[in-house]
């Protein structure tokens, strides 16, 4: 007697699987976030990276010389003049509530937007 390749688990599983698959492709995510870029407090400019197609280089100029790369949902401070370097060490922002700031040249970038879950928590 022959037994069956496929059987009745495998089957079960995969049909699990793809059911899964659907949920996550048609599952509601939230908005894309806006980035908003501040020198000394003021709003210099709002970006919906959800609307980029490609990336879009932002030189803010100033006596630092900051540019910023902003792509499809991300933004990043791309150079900057400043001694410590730490805001291009920030790497890319992706999610609401993530900031970089360029201390010498007083210039921040958030991201504003509809937050998913938590990174972490605390009781």
């Known amino acids: 007697m022959k037994q069956s390749v496929i059987k009745k688990a495998d089957?079960?599983?995969?049909?699990?699987?793809?059911?899964?698959?659907?949920?996550?492709?048609?599952?509601?995510r939230p908005d894309g976030c806006i980035a908003v870029i501040e020198q000394d407090g003021?709003?210099?400019?709002?970006?919906?990276?959800s609307s980029l197609v490609e990336e879009k280089e932002i030189d803010l100029g100033g006596s630092y010389e900051v540019r910023l790369l902003a792509g499809p949902g991300y933004i990043?401070?791309?150079?900057?003049?400043?001694p410590?370097?730490?805001?291009?060490r920030t790497g890319r922002l992706t999610k609401a509530g993530e900031a970089a700031v360029c201390l010498p040249a007083?210039?921040?970038?958030r991201l504003e937007g509809e937050t998913v879950g938590y990174d972490a928590y605390t009781g």
Request: aromatic letters at 8%; hydrophobic letters at 65%; proline letters at 2%.
């Open 11 to 28: 089957v079960v599983l995969i049909a699990a699987l793809l059911a899964a698959v659907v949920v996550w492709l048609v599952w509601p």
């Open 106 to 109: 007083k210039i921040s970038v």
């Open 84 to 88: 410590d370097q730490v805001c291009v």
């Open 42 to 49: 003021e709003e210099l400019q709002r970006i919906d990276l």
């Open 76 to 82: 990043e401070f791309l150079s900057s003049l400043c």
